[in-house]
């Protein structure tokens, strides 16, 4: 009995100094000395990163996880800081929001030694939707938005699903649908906006023109989707339809100044002021 | 102008058709003075449940009691059962469980409106409808200020469900109280009102955290004690619930002077010295009487110059109005919003007062550049002055002069221009396009 006792006691002993050993590893430096053990024992996971966005662009472990080894590595990438730092022009949409504010206010009592899981949180930080149950291909589920019309590809139909997947830890299946069906709507609204204003300055070659177009797609129309996917409501409207709606008519102005000029050789015709375009984001 | 004859042609022979065509039953009909123009986007039943709530008939079907209710949704939702549980709703002698809130009958579950919440907060309830006499700008007229809005009637119910979001403060209380902890102490702090209270119109939050009051907050603010009531010695500072709802009142109206920003007021009539009296009260609770003095006098400055610029601008606009040199003119580009007479007579829209609030798109540049000065950087130099922002509020002043000049030099090219070669037809630009048509087809 002793030594039965005896030999429990010492895997305890064990077990204990083995975990212990792991704790004190050194701070590492290099992803390879994350790789090297992680490889074999989170296989699936690092599979998962190695097909993600982060992995081609070069964003490995320590950039989300830190570079201590003391158990606190999973908690301190489920903090919202752990992505800020990088996607500070994504973070204000969801700042802003009730996920953000929430997230703010309660950012001391949230327990994020918790795994990201339904009713362990009281609102989503970015992990826990973007890796959603601890996804390692960041984000694989939830961009883009599927666009109006375009979901029955099963390859959409796929992404709709994961999308949808984390909202419903916690919000009602018709809630998250009905949410997506009119955000779906609003961003393929945006994008009639750009494809309107892109068929308009097809004649045109100028820099203001060039400038306008792509404000349009890589600023405003990204507001609205960053503004439905984080529940913004200033994204989708202020940063994203009424700058939409400026960018169209100061686009569609250059065009009717273009054919003026063609038709009756005006020498000097009126450009789009500048001062207009600095209000969003 | 052939082609807006024939629209109006096509609009007076097709409308009868349209409205019938388009009549889905009654209760998903819009609401408000255009109420007959446009059918909700699905999104829409959620920011105003009390008109278009339609209950889940797919899940479940029984009567429970609170108890049986938690038994189930501990399971499936335990997310809104540990905030609940975290709530006063929980912890009072005699709990109020879901059914109080939702009904019983698990195929008739309804969610709560105002209404709802009042039948156990009359004070709060009756403090919100009291707003209603007061007008615009309003928490509990939010919503009509919405659906009423021209542009909001005009254009496609998936772009503007947007506005929803915000304006539905009117039609449910978890805009500021979010479920199901629906904590007062969150509902204090500054953060609560600002995912609506942001953005170029309404900077608020960029006002405030500029302010001294912000500042302080920004540092000290995670320390103190938000169970407190929002009364005179409980906090150091004031936050936007402080001053806007004092000790609490859910009225935020009765000290509204300016409107906002977006119109020219007269903060020496009866009614706003009234307003400015409560003003005074509140900045007494730390301030000298003379403090608050000089705060309006400067802010009455500052309203009293930018109106000027502002009407000067409009001046000059409605001048090339008056000489036709507004191009696209409008005959010739999509009709005003819900306006019948402006089928049959266009007429640009300039300034508060014609109602170039709904006409920021499908407008010439020059008119755009006027509302982006007017809505986004004036509003942006009155909530920084009159949050006691004031480098702020020096900036947006330089935004506006920056504007203005441009403006004046775009004036300037437009009358030149107008000088050379005859009008040509812009009409087949500016009504053809995907989005202008399918705007069109869709309000």
């Known amino acids: 009995m002793r030594i039965i006792v005896g030999m429990l006691w010492l895997g305890l002993v064990l077990i204990v100094s083995h975990v212990e050993a792991a704790d004190a590893l050194p701070p590492f430096s290099a992803e390879g000395d994350c790789l090297s053990c992680h490889r074999e024992r989170d296989v699936a996971l690092v599979a998962a990163w190695e097909k993600s966005r982060h992995a081609q662009v070069g964003v490995a472990c320590s950039a989300c996880h830190g570079t201590e080894h003391q158990g606190a590595m999973a908690a301190r990438s489920r903090r919202n800081d752990a992505c800020t730092g990088c996607h500070q022009r994504e973070s204000g949409s969801y700042t802003l929001s009730k996920h953000g504010v929430i997230a703010t206010l309660e950012a001391e009592r949230l327990d994020l030694t918790q795994p990201l899981k339904e009713g362990n949180q009281r609102t989503p930080t970015c992990a826990y939707c973007h890796l959603h149950a601890g996804e390692h291909d960041a984000g694989a589920g939830i961009l883009p938005l599927v666009s109006m019309g375009r979901v029955s590809a099963p390859d959409d139909a796929a992404r709709a699903e994961a999308r949808a997947a984390p909202c419903r830890d916690c919000h009602s299946p018709r809630f998250v649908d009905t949410w997506f069906v009119t955000g779906d709507r609003m961003v393929e609204i945006g994008r009639m906006k750009v494809r309107e204003a892109t068929r308009a300055a097809a004649q045109l070659d100028d820099q203001e023109s060039r400038n306008i177009l792509h404000r349009m797609t890589n600023d405003h129309l990204r507001n609205v989707r960053l503004g439905v996917g984080h529940q913004s409501p200033d994204e989708q409207w202020w940063h994203g339809h009424p700058a939409l709606d400026g960018d169209l008519l100061r686009i569609k102005s250059l065009a009717g100044d273009l054919l003026m000029r063609s038709q009756h050789g005006a020498s000097s015709s009126p450009t789009p002021s500048r001062e207009g375009q600095r209000h969003f984001k | ?443």
């Open chain 2, 1 to 443: 102008m052939r082609i807006a004859h024939l629209n109006l042609v096509v609009w007076l022979l097709l409308w009868p058709w349209c409205a019938w065509s388009s009549g889905l039953p009654k209760n998903v009909q819009g609401t408000g003075e255009h109420a007959e123009h446009w059918q909700p986007d699905p999104m829409h039943e959620y920011w105003d449940p009390a008109t278009y709530d339609r209950p889940e008939t797919q899940v479940m079907e029984g009567v429970f009691q609170g108890e049986e209710c938690l038994e189930c949704h501990t399971a499936i939702t335990p997310g809104i059962v540990k905030d609940w549980r975290a709530s006063r709703h929980a912890r009072a002698d005699k709990p109020v469980l879901c059914p109080a809130c939702h009904g019983e009958d698990h195929q008739k579950l309804t969610f709560p409106t105002p209404q709802t919440c009042g039948g156990c907060h009359p004070q709060r309830l009756a403090e919100v409808e009291e707003e209603k006499k007061f007008g615009f700008p309003s928490h509990a007229l939010a919503m009509e200020r919405a659906v009423d809005s021209k542009h909001f009637a005009d254009k496609p119910k998936a772009e503007v469900a947007s506005c929803l979001q915000c304006h539905s403060v009117a039609t449910k209380c978890d805009s500021c109280h979010t479920r199901h902890r629906f904590d007062p102490a969150e509902a204090r702090r500054p953060e609560a009102c600002l995912t609506c209270h942001s953005g170029p119109p309404h900077p608020d939050d960029e006002a405030f955290f500029a302010s001294p009051h912000g500042q302080r907050y920004l540092t000290e603010g995670n320390t103190w004690d938000w169970s407190k009531p929002l009364r005179k010695g409980n906090y150091q500072i004031p936050t936007c619930a402080y001053c806007h709802m004092k000790n609490g009142n859910h009225q935020v109206a009765d000290k509204a002077v300016w409107k906002f920003g977006i119109r020219e007021v007269n903060p020496k009539t009866a009614e706003n010295e009234i307003k400015r009296k409560r003003w005074r009260e509140t900045c007494a609770d730390c301030h000298p009487p003379e403090t608050a003095q000089n705060f309006f006098r400067e802010l009455d400055a500052e309203r009293k110059k930018t109106w000027t610029q502002l009407y000067g601008v409009e001046r000059l606009l409605k001048a090339l109005r008056g000489d036709a040199l507004l191009r696209p003119s409008a005959r010739e580009r999509p009709p005003y919003p819900m306006d019948l007479m402006a089928r049959f007579f266009p007429r640009e829209r300039i300034g508060f007062y014609e109602g170039q609030a709904s006409a920021f798109y499908n407008v010439s540049t020059i008119e755009r550049d006027y509302f982006d000065l007017w809505y986004f950087s004036n509003l942006g130099a009155y909530k920084g002055m009159a949050h006691g922002a004031k480098e702020m509020s020096h900036r947006f002043h330089e935004r506006m002069d920056a504007e203005a000049r441009a403006i004046a030099t775009t004036a300037e090219r437009l009358r030149d221009v107008g000088k050379t070669g005859e009008k040509m037809d812009l009409q087949p630009l500016w009504l053809e396009g995907e989005y202008t048509r399918f705007n069109r087809d869709h309000n």
